[in-house]
């Protein structure tokens, strides 16, 4: 019997711990330069990362540092922005205070090598892969965060990369093989959050490029002007902006366009590139081509869904490498192996003109070639079973109160800022989004601005017509040199409902978690859950906040679930029920 449980209490996430210490790094200055002071700064970030115990904090005074760093202390959160007098993480302005990790070229810029490190408020740039003149390079240039480095070559055992937290970055002109601006492999519970990733250079994932990751959210992040390449005359060069395999990342108000290969071609994936993944929209824009590639070159994979997109604008999505070489589809293959697509109140265009569906592309090395004509499936409001022939398979399509893909309407480029993704007042994009995906992970966008201008929050990373969030807002609070709150201005600051695991599956639990604090929340809740079509499936009322709920009756698919405390307050979240 399939339960979920329902856990209504108080967040630990708002305790904050205190730093064992506190190392600061500046380019200049009189001192004895042994980090224990803005006085007496270390010169190099990477002499303040040799001297951190776990739970350490470092911060950055503004500055241009030529290093190539390497983080190998679990727990501990690096800070730029500075202007190098600051008592508080919250004083800084790490837009203004241009804190600068410079890799010179001659090597990656950061790599993160441990559990549960921070990297926040710095320009990442010029970093190459040691390997990239050769002609051959593997890694990326810019920020490496993987469980496989120098580990595989040496025979040792891959570790997972455990709560890296890359938060308000520029990430710029870094050039490298398997990733160039961001690479994240072997990783777990990953966030990257108020990021721009731009002129990167690469083979596959030139702008961001994940393999093997669980669980990890991209929120505010702008992808743009990224370049795959390929330097043969076969491809990879796929996924100039995000290149994702065998990982289940959450997009939550993302803009990636104006994202090119070296053909300039949208149908290999210009702004996506999928293989063997799961990857859920919410409030994102994608003004460039989306390709998922399933189940290639791999055994068969077991994967519930291929892409499920919220509040989304997507230019093209194409599914290609649907033929697995030399290991054609059994003809018993399981519905459980089949790819689903769901879009639901989304925009989808394809660029074989017809938009409102998606379009099937026969792609790269595909023996024996495709049929001369690949059906066109899933148009707005023809729900498309998967089918399944000898040698080619076509996914499961859920358009719901999806319409044909409408042009995002951004401000758009000018010779001083070719490149402006806010969006005009008459752009399709605003209040067009669902602010239950947006809570808890933030309340401002990519500039800084409060979310929610309108009547409901905006596609992308900006809000049109906001109004800036104060310094206190835009900085979040760090473990050293801010108050704790106390219980009663948690309370006041309001609840904070989360649903984990999701997606969850229909034979395990999952849990629901209102709370503001370490404490159950004792006054009776109304649940309600919804199905995307508006129709109620589930209404109790229970006395108390820990909830073990028989939801036996609910199939596999997609749900809002409502909680309303006693007060009359409610909050949503959406769940995943895979099979």
Not at 132 to 149: E, K
Not at 243 to 264: H, Q, R, Y
Not at 287 to 297: A, F
Request: hydrophobic residues 30%; glycine residues 10%.
């Amino acid at each position: 019997m399939k339960k979920l449980v329902f856990t209504i209490g108080l967040s630990a996430a708002t305790m904050f711990l205190s730093a064992q210490q506190v190392w600061y790094v500046r380019p200049s200055g009189a001192g004895v330069h042994n980090g224990t002071s803005w006085n007496n700064a270390f010169k190099h970030i990477q002499d303040a990362i040799n001297a951190t115990q776990p739970g350490d904090e470092i911060w950055v005074a503004q500055g241009h540092y030529y290093e190539n760093l390497v983080i190998q202390t679990p727990q501990i959160a690096i800070y730029g922005g500075f202007r190098g007098n600051e008592t508080q993480v919250n004083q800084r302005n790490w837009r203004s205070n241009q804190t600068v990790i410079d890799g010179g070229t001659n090597d990656r810029c950061v790599v993160i090598d441990e559990d549960n490190c921070r990297l926040d408020g710095f320009i990442v740039q010029n970093g190459q892969d040691p390997q990239y003149s050769s002609g051959s390079p593997v890694l990326s240039g810019g920020i490496l965060v993987d469980g496989c480095y120098n580990r595989c070559q040496y025979g040792i055992p891959v570790k997972t990369i455990y709560g890296t937290v890359l938060k308000n970055l520029i990430v710029q002109s870094n050039k490298g093989g398997y990733g160039g601006g961001i690479r994240l492999q072997h990783t777990k519970n990953t966030l990257l959050q108020n990021i721009e990733v731009y002129s990167n250079s690469a083979f596959e994932g030139a702008g961001i490029w994940m393999a093997a990751s669980e669980k990890t959210k991209l929120v505010n992040v702008l992808v743009y002007d990224n370049h795959a390449y390929c330097n043969t005359s076969t491809p990879p060069n796929r996924g100039s902006g995000l290149f994702v395999e065998s990982s289940d990342p959450t997009l939550i108000n993302v803009t990636i366009a104006d994202n090119g290969t070296k053909n300039e071609d949208d149908k290999v994936g210009n702004g996506i590139y999928s293989v063997n993944s799961l990857i859920t929209l919410y409030n994102t824009i994608v003004d460039n081509g989306i390709t998922v590639g399933i189940l290639r070159g791999h055994p068969w994979v077991k994967s519930a869904h291929n892409i499920i997109s919220h509040n989304s604008m997507l230019k093209f999505v194409y599914v290609s490498h649907i033929y697995l070489s030399g290991h054609p589809y059994p003809a018993n293959l399981p519905i459980d192996y089949y790819p689903i697509f769901e879009f639901y109140n989304s925009g989808v265009g394809n660029g074989g003109g017809i938009n409102g569906s998606v379009h099937f592309l026969a792609q790269y090395n595909m023996q024996p070639p495709p049929p001369a004509t690949l059906p066109q499936q899933g148009y707005v409001g023809i729900p498309q079973q998967a089918i399944l022939t000898a040698n080619y398979i076509y996914p499961t399509i859920t358009l719901f109160n999806s319409t044909a893909y409408a042009n995002p309407m951004f401000v758009g480029g000018t010779p001083a800022n070719p490149y402006n993704y806010h969006l005009l007042p008459s752009s399709p994009c605003i209040d067009a989004g669902n602010q239950t995906f947006v809570n808890p992970y933030t309340k401002i966008d990519l500039d800084g601005y409060y979310r929610v201008a309108g009547n409901d929050v905006d596609m992308g990373v900006y809000e049109f017509g906001s109004s800036p969030a104060p310094s206190t807002d835009v900085n979040e609070k760090s473990s050293k040199g801010n108050k704790k709150e106390t219980r009663k201005e948690t309370i006041k600051r309001g609840l904070n409902l989360y649903v984990y695991p999701n997606p969850a599956n229909e034979d395990k639990q999952t849990t629901i978690y209102l709370g503001a604090e370490n404490e159950v929340y004792n006054k009776s809740v109304e649940v309600k859950i919804y199905a995307m079509d508006g129709r109620l499936l589930y209404n109790r009322t229970f006395p108390h906040g820990n909830i073990q709920a028989d939801l036996s009756e609910l199939i596999a698919g997609t749900y809002s679930v409502q909680v309303q405390t006693q007060e009359g307050k409610s909050y949503r979240q959406i769940l995943v029920i895979g099979k």
